[in-house]
């Protein structure tokens, strides 16, 4: 099978740098001339030159001709793009790249691919990465959901590489919802190293956000062990621990009282909106992602949004 990779963000390009080493790999790029004449990705991943086997477009109808494509565009943009290219992407092996909820549905990316392009195969590729590991050919290891086993396991033979290992599952909700709510406690961590309040405050919210992350999941009919595997425990202890994640990077910016380049994509923002409307609705106690939300709309700060964490009633863990 051809594979073909939409969006040269970070992750996108890593991903197609390390699909290079084992077969050719067209990147789709709205600046492909430049990236083509570097042979690099200079603004978003510099210093990991391109393998021979890499080419960049900028047409979407040349990226499209290959059997499976990965959409490493931004969560909050994916319905668009789909609904845009829907004719070059019918019957197409779609595996989502991006980690979130959709602000406007509610949904995760195989939902929206599946509501856009019916016709396509979907499934999501995520877990505990950092682009830059990638590119440059360390060992990583992620999680590959497909609701239908036949193309899961085609789907991972194809893009499992010398240096990411990939593990196959059914559960595309579970692994749809470890990667946007790891996101949201990211984003808490964050907040908390930034203002100050110490590593035993961080390790409390981690605990304490993956029961969230846990909780919505069961209310979604996820499978609980997905959430303890790579898409879930694994992504949310690299996401909360490394100023690399750029969900903690806001937290902390967030809890310095600092600023941050808000062009930079950060998919906990959006998510932390759209899980709290959810959490609401269904009444689900989701403390962690509420306070996240308040923090992002000026509604808290961190020192009222700690209180109304450590003010609550007391219970059984």
């Known amino acids: 099978m051809s594979v ?7 992750f996108g390009t890593a991903l197609a740098i390390s699909l290079a080493g084992k077969g050719p790999v067209t990147l789709w790029a709205r600046d492909a ?25 900028e047409s979407l109808a040349q ?3 290959a059997e499976t494509l990965l959409l490493a565009v931004p969560m909050q943009k994916l319905r668009s793009v789909l609904e845009e290219h829907r004719a070059a992407l019918h019957g197409k092996h779609l595996v989502a790249c991006c980690k979130g909820i959709e602000l406007s549905s509610g949904v995760g990316p195989v939902s929206v691919i599946g509501e856009t392009i ?7 590729l995520t877990g505990p990465s950092f682009a830059a590991d990638i590119a440059r050919g360390l060992p990583t290891a992620l999680t590959l959901a497909c609701a239908d086993p036949a193309a899961g396991e085609q789907l991972q033979a ?22 946007a709510l790891k996101n949201v406690v990211a984003i808490a961590s964050g907040a ?10 961080r390790a409390a919210l981690m605990t304490r956000g993956y029961a969230e992350m846990q909780r919505l999941a069961a209310h979604l ?9 790579l898409s879930g425990f694994g992504d949310l202890t690299l996401t909360c621990t490394s100023e690399q994640s750029r969900n903690y990077r806001l937290g902390q910016s967030l809890g310095q009282g600092a600023p941050f380049d808000l062009s930079t994509t950060v998919e906990g923002a959006a998510t932390a909106r759209a899980v709290d409307t959810l959490a609401r609705e269904a009444a689900l106690d989701m403390p ?8 992002l709309d000026n509604q808290l700060d961190v020192a009222g949004a700690m209180k109304s964490l450590l003010t609550r009633p007391l219970k059984e863990e």
């Open 33 to 57: 001339g430049d990236m083509a004449a570097r042979r690099e990705n200079a603004k978003r991943l510099p210093g990991c030159p391109f393998p021979d086997r890499l080419s960049v477009t």
């Open 192 to 201: 908390a190293i930034g203002a100050g309040l110490g590593e035993s405050a």
């Open 118 to 124: 019916p016709q396509a195969t979907a499934a999501i």
């Open 288 to 295: 962690i992602t509420r306070a996240v939300a308040g923090l």
């Open 63 to 65: 990226a499209a001709e």
């Open 4 to 10: 073909s990779v939409l969006g040269a963000g970070a």
């Open 221 to 229: 009919k996820a499978e609980p062990t997905t959430l303890a595997g």
């Open 158 to 179: 194809e893009l499992t590489t010398a240096n990411l290992r990939l593990y196959r599952t059914t559960d595309t909700t579970g692994a749809e919802l470890g990667g």
